[in-house]
């Protein structure tokens, strides 16, 4: 098994969601003792933008892109090999102002390419990234959960559907800014969720 973790909290390895990703991998691993673990810190590696630049990039021909444009190519380049590869993909989110963070946004950007990560059809779009376990890591300060405040649950349904990712398992870490006890029952509640999710 091939393992991809994504974490994309700006606190890097002191956030609420990567405990919570870890987590999920350490029991991945203990499933799969040969598995291999790629680790994606979008803290400590943040990828840059999709701005003017970059689609200028991405809609050149290989053959006549700049050696800056083939360079930004293979920044996104990279990320996608890294997610074609895995078996496996847990991703670490906390929730900023109600939305998914920048770093995770620019990294959904860069793997999302026609023809590469979905291509569409007479049928409509069809997604590329298939046969792969996705678990999500979210970490909120307060309890969003099935409420219509919760814009990450659709959004990062949609897109990985979308991007053919459709075994997707959602594991939730809330209430951690409501006080010690609430905190201590939120992790106690996520790791309870990555048992049911592991078996």
Excluded: C
């Excluded at 590696?45 to 050696?67: C, I, M, N, Q, S």
């Excluded at 860069?110 to 779009?125: D, L």
């Amino acid at each position: 098994m091939n393992i991809l973790q994504v974490n994309s909290s700006a606190r890097s390895d002191a956030s609420n969601s990567t405990r919570v990703a870890n987590s999920i991998v350490e029991r991945l691993r203990a499933s799969n003792p040969g598995a291999t673990v790629v680790v994606r810190s979008l803290a400590h590696a943040p990828h840059p933008v999709l701005d003017e630049a970059a689609l200028g990039a991405l809609f050149t021909p290989a053959d006549k892109r700049t050696p800056e444009q083939a360079a930004r190519v293979a920044l996104d380049d990279a990320l996608i090999a890294e997610i074609q590869a895995a078996d496996a993909v847990v991703i670490g989110v906390p929730m900023y102002n109600f939305g998914v963070p920048v770093q995770l946004k620019n990294w959904i950007d860069a793997i999302t390419r026609v023809k590469v990560t979905f291509r569409y059809t007479a049928n409509g779009p069809e997604g590329l990234l298939k046969d792969k376990k996705v678990y999500v890591a979210f970490a909120r300060g307060g309890r969003y959960r099935d409420t219509p405040a919760d814009t990450q649950v659709p959004y990062l349904k949609t897109i990985f559907g979308f991007l053919g990712m459709t075994d997707v398992h959602f594991i939730f870490a809330e209430g951690l800014a409501m006080g010690p006890d609430a905190e201590q029952q939120a992790f106690a509640d996520a790791e309870r969720e990555i048992a049911a999710a592991l078996g």
